[in-house]
């Protein structure tokens, strides 16, 4: 066979290929049409089933897995929050004590420095610095120191 006869044989069993092909696609194109719609149909009604289903799982989740995962979620960020420092409340007593032994140290500063004074201003009297150091009688020494020290 020449590579002309082959060639022309192949053209006519497409040709008579094709014509049987027509003749089938023309028989099974209204029975793909119907088989077509009745997939919309049931693609449809699917869909119309489904959607309540859907809803309504998700009703049961959101009431009964989403406070389980919500009370999860609290206390993992509990557990990841740092602790907050705690209050030292002896640092308050202690704070307490402190202010409390000054204000009596110097209230004792205070007292001795006023004891001190009275006896300096009695030590400088010019009645007893003359002579020995003890006051004549009759001089009012006695009365004088007596009210330096009360003033």
């Known amino acids: 066979m020449s590579p002309k006869n082959r060639s022309d044989a192949i053209k006519d069993g497409a040709r008579h290929a094709a014509a049987q092909l ?7 194109k209204p029975l793909a049409k119907s088989t077509g719609d009745a997939a919309r149909r049931g693609i449809l009604r699917t869909r119309a089933w489904a959607a309540p289903q859907v809803e309504r799982s998700g009703q049961v989740l959101q009431d009964t897995v989403a406070p389980k995962v919500s009370a999860v979620l609290s206390s993992a960020a509990g557990r990841i929050d740092p602790a907050q420092p705690r209050y030292r409340r002896w640092q308050k007593s202690l704070g307490l004590a402190t202010l409390t ?51």
């Open 22 to 28: 027509k003749s089938a696609a023309e028989r099974a």
């Open 101 to 151: 032994a000054a204000g009596g140290a110097v209230a004792a500063f205070f007292r001795n420095r006023r004891k001190t004074s009275g006896s300096v201003t009695t030590t400088a009297d010019p009645a007893t610095a003359a002579g020995n150091g003890q006051a004549t009688p009759g001089s009012g020494a006695d009365t004088q120191v007596n009210s330096q020290v009360k003033s």
